[in-house]
């Protein structure tokens, strides 16, 4: 049995009763055990476009004997059969599901790339995570759920500024700083 962590995420329709219901089809995968699923925490949308609807997310951990493509393919299911249009890179969903750690494996296929990329400097992910896998280690950065929570608290804030190549935000980041 490996142990699974996956954040979860709504900003669309009624987004607790979407996470419960995602939360409640997690556990009854085929051997999955031992779930623990976080509170849920509102977030403000991080990319995509302006406009949307805050963000409920959540996180769950377990154990489970599914491979990891299995996984994978499972927690796509659940997000369509919840409802899940994919179309634009960040945009509002009724459900999101990433895988973000089983056990201490590193995988990095076309379909999947675990320790998810970019969760361990996102609070919204970090933060429920930690609240049911505190001891749990990204085997890349070797720092637990814990930690890394609070290493975010620690941290001082920041402005990133995102965009295409040749968007001019260089240029920007340069008057900003001055």
């Known amino acids: 049995m490996a142990r699974c962590l996956v954040a979860l995420g709504s900003n669309l329709g009624d987004r607790a009763s979407l996470l419960a219901r995602a939360i409640e089809r997690i556990g009854s995968l085929p051997t999955v055990e031992s779930l623990a699923a976080s509170s849920l925490h ?25 491979t ?77 759920m814990g930690r890394l929570l609070a290493h975010l608290d620690m941290a001082l804030p920041y402005v990133a500024l995102l965009g295409m190549p040749g968007s001019g935000k260089s240029a920007l980041a340069s008057k900003a700083a001055t």
Request: aromatic share 6%; proline share 8%.
């Open 42 to 66: 509102e977030t403000r949308p991080v990319g995509g476009r302006s406009g949307q609807q805050a963000f409920l997310n959540a996180a769950v951990a377990f154990d489970t004997g599914l």
């Open 68 to 144: 990891p493509a299995a996984l994978h393919a499972q927690l796509q299911q659940i997000e369509r059969d919840l409802g899940r249009q994919r179309s634009e890179r960040w945009s509002a969903r009724t459900i999101d599901l990433d895988l973000l750690l089983l056990d201490d494996r590193v995988i990095e296929t076309p379909e999947l790339v675990v320790p998810h990329p970019r969760m361990a400097f996102r609070r919204f992910v970090v933060e429920p995570a930690a609240e049911v896998a505190p001891h749990m280690v990204h085997p890349a950065i070797g720092w637990s």
